[in-house]
C-alpha cells in the first residue's frame, strides 16, 4: 500500500483523476476558514479544476480549533481523495489545498496571509453556529467568544475576529480588502456575514467598519452537495481502488452546485469558467435550496430518527415519511418560494428525493440532526413565520419541531450527549420532558431559536402541541 504524497501520485491507479497542474507550481489565492469534509468536497473541487487554469489560486485551509485535518493531511502535503458517489463512482486526488494551518497554535500566521497582496479571496464553512449570531440574525455580543475577540484582537478565536483584523492590516498597508465568500447554509449567508463583521469592526474603530463596509464584497452564495462523514468504510474503499492510503479521504454525492452572487471584483477567480453559476437573483436559489432540501433534510433526521432509522435511505424506504415530506415540500415549503429563474419547482423537488434516496450514499441522520438549534429557523421557522403570515396552514411544517424536541427528550433520557451549541440548556428541557403539551410551551420558550411574534403565535402553538401529540402516541 502506498501512501498518498506528492511523489506518490504517479503511482495512482489508471482510473485516478489527477490534478491537470503541478501542485508545487502554484499560488495561494484562497484563505478557507474550516477545511473540513464540505469544503474539500465542494469549495476546493472547483478551486482544483480551477487551478488547471490558473494557478493564483490554490488554498490556505485554516482550522480556527482542532488540528485533525493539519495532522492528517500535511504528511500528505495537503493530497487528499474525493470519491464522487454515483452508480459510477469516481475518484480524483485534489491538489488545491497547498497549506493547513491551525489558527489557536499561531494566529499570525494566519495574518500574514490574509494581508498578503496575492490572497484576493476569504471562503469560510464554519457552520451556522460559527458566525455568532443571536435571534435576531445579527451579531452577538455577549457570544462569549465574540466577547473575548473584542478583548483580544490579536488572538481571536473567532472567524469575525480573523477577518476583521486581516482587513484591519490590509487597511494599514494600503492593500485592497479580500472578498469574503460565505459558503454556509445560513439564509442570506453573505450578507448577515457582512454585517457581523462591521459591526464588530465598528465597536474596534468605527473608521475601519466603515472601510470594509464601502469596499469588500460580501457576496451571497448558496451551496450544494451531500457529504456524508468520512467513516472507515470509504477509507477501505479509496485504498482498495485508488492504491492509496489517505488519512482522510472525502466522500460526496455526483452532485455538486455553487451558485454565487454576481458581485465578484474583476481581480476574482473566474468561477463561471469551473460551472459557479454567477448570478444576480441568489436569493431565490438560496431560498430554495435551503426551504427545499435542507427543511427536508432535518425533518427525515429528527422524524426519522424518532422512529428508529439510521441513515436518509432508511427514512426515505419509509413510504408514509416519505410522502409526508413529499407534500410538506410541494405543498407547505414551495409557496413561500420565489421561484428561480429557469427552476421548475415540482421537478426540482423529485431531483431532491432522487438524491435523497441515492443507494451509493449511506447518510447518517445524526449527522444532520446536529446544531439543530442553529439550522431549524432557517430551514423551517422563517418558512413557517412566512405561512402564518399569507394565511396558509402550519401544520405540517410543526411537525419537525415536534419531532425535534422529540428527539432531544429521548436522547437527553438515553443519555446521550448533544451536538448543538445550546446543548446544556437543551438537555435541560430534555430532561424535564414529561410528553405532556408543557414540553412545547417549555420549547417555545427558547428565544434564541423561536422569535417571540411566531411562538406567541397561537395557531402554531396549538399546530406544535397537536404534531407533538401525535408523536408521542406514534
Ligand atoms: C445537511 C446538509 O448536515 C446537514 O444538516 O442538511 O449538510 C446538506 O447535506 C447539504 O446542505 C447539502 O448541500
Redesign the pocket.
Known sequence: MTKLTLSTLSEASAKVLQPAYDPTAVEIGVVHFGPGA?HRAHQAFYFDALLAKDPRWAISGVSLKSPGVRDALAPQAGLYVLAQLDAETTFRVIGAMREILVAPEDPETVFTRLAKASTKVVTTTVTEKGYCLGGDGKLDFANTDIAHDLQHPQRPDSVIGYIVEGLRRRREAGVAPFTVISCD?LADNGHKLRDAVVAFAGKLDAGLGEWIKANTAFPRTM?????PATDDALRARVTAETGFEDAWPIQREAFVQWVVEDVLPADAPDLASVGVTLTNDVAAFEGA?LRL??GA??TL?YVGSLKGYETVGDAMADAELAGFVRSMMLEDIAPSLSTPPGLDIPTYVEAILGRFRNPEIR?LLS??A??GSK?LPFRILETTADALEAGRSVDRLAVPIAAWIGFIATRTEAGVPLVDPLADKLAALGGACTGGPEDVDAFLGLTEVFPVSLASNTTYRTAVKDAYAALSRA
Do not use: E, G, P, R
Open positions: 464540505f447554509n451551496v450544494d452537495s451531500i457529504t435550496k432540501l435542507n433534510h432535518s433526521a447518510h449527522q444532520i446536529w446544531d439550522k
